[in-house]
């Protein structure tokens, strides 16, 4: 970016990202019920900025979360004061995972954005970090849904203020195939006063997983799942607004 150092466009970045999706909670009453239910300690694998985390961390659940973006935590980190949870920057797919926690989760379709190699050393790993009677538990976008879509040039979503500069920020999204994989991008487009735009951009790419696919990796590595449709805990189908998984 022209005029920016590389960090600055990363904090920059992460905190675009972070007020996008700060407003979306209907999935927290469904991962803080699964927490309580299981709440001697949770672990979350891709936290972020915290949207989740911090919310169970601030209704009393004891929540560690790990994370390979140094700026999102950084965002964590200032937003969790006066509370410190305890946070790791790391790629949780290669991490020897230690400790023994009753519930691990990841929202926020972070599973689908895993190739197969990776889930199966993410599998591998899980178990001997469950404490007995835990779950591992994450939420993905409906495969059906991901497959049908077809290439679709970026729109425009919304607009909102940049958090440093207080000048308009333009958010459009768009998708396109890439071999087996569906590429969503959002462009945060930064209007500046004397005209200029400047452009950051995130690209996620996820991995079209059916149920089926799922639920025979899981019971691969001794897991027995049950698939969820909705965060009311409707059952899944191909129709279902997502594909949520609980795996014991």
Do not use: K
Request: glycine share 8%.
């Amino acid at each position: 970016m022209e005029g920016m150092s590389q960090e600055q466009a990363a904090r920059d970045l992460a905190e675009l990202v972070h007020l996008h999706h700060a407003g979306y909670d209907e999935d927290l009453p469904y991962w803080l019920a699964l927490a309580r239910r299981h709440a001697n300690q949770a672990l979350e694998l891709g936290c972020g900025s915290g949207r989740v985390l911090l919310a169970l961390a601030r209704a009393g659940i004891a929540v560690f979360g790990i994370d390979n973006d140094p700026a999102a935590l950084a965002i964590l980190r200032r937003a969790a004061q006066p509370a410190r949870p305890a946070l790791l920057q790391a790629d949780f797919t290669t991490l020897p995972l230690g400790g023994r926690f009753s519930f691990i989760f990841m929202p926020c379709n972070t599973y689908s954005t895993l190739d197969s190699a990776a889930r199966n050393r993410l599998l591998g790993r899980l178990r001997a970090c469950l404490a007995p009677g835990g779950v591992f538990a994450a939420s993905l976008p409906n495969p059906a849904a991901l497959a049908s879509l077809t290439e679709s040039e970026p729109e425009e979503e919304e607009t909102f203020l940049h958090p440093r500069t207080g000048n308009p920020v333009q958010l459009s999204s768009g998708w396109a195939r890439a071999a087996d994989e569906l590429v969503i991008t959002w462009h945060y487009d930064h209007l500046l006063p004397d005209g200029r735009v400047e452009r950051l951009t995130a690209a996620v790419r996820h991995q079209p997983l059916t149920a089926q696919q799922l639920r025979a990796e899981m019971e691969a590595h001794g897991f027995r799942v049950i698939l969820f449709g909705d965060f009311d805990g409707s059952d899944y189908a191909p129709d279902s607004p997502y594909l949520i998984f609980e795996a014991s």
